[in-house]
């Protein structure tokens, strides 16, 4: 199964680092960011803030690994990291993601 992670970042350069490295290790084919304003409730207050949205496209199976590492990596207490299943996709481009994001078997 595949999966997408949608992910919120404070920053530009926050929401580059955690892509980058993700792309890198192969835990994520894909990432998309664009700015956005988010209002939320924290701490029993009313928030609005600029932030930057994440949308990773990754295997469901490095979900776990994946969150591990935006966790490492982002600023937040309490970082948004949320998986949706793809259901379908135009099957190339799913066979693309599987392709990216496979790994060299351990020894």
């Known amino acids: 199964m595949l999966a997408s992670v949608l992910v919120t970042s404070p920053d530009l350069k ?3 680092k955690i892509c980058s490295a993700l ?3 192969r835990l994520a084919a894909c990432a998309n960011y664009f700015p956005t304003k988010s209002m939320y409730r924290w701490k029993g ?3 609005s803030s ?3 949205i994440i949308i990773l496209k990754i295997r469901s199976d490095d979900f776990k690994a ?3 590492e935006i966790s490492r990596l982002h600023p937040y207490d309490l970082p948004c990291i949320v998986k949706y ?3 379908d996709g135009l099957p190339l481009y799913l066979d693309w993601i599987r392709e990216s994001t496979s790994r060299p078997p351990e020894d």
């Open 14 to 16: 926050t929401a580059e």
């Open 23 to 25: 792309i890198e290790k």
């Open 45 to 47: 207050r009313i928030e």
């Open 50 to 52: 600029e932030e930057f």
């Open 66 to 68: 994946v969150s591990g």
């Open 85 to 87: 299943e793809i259901a």
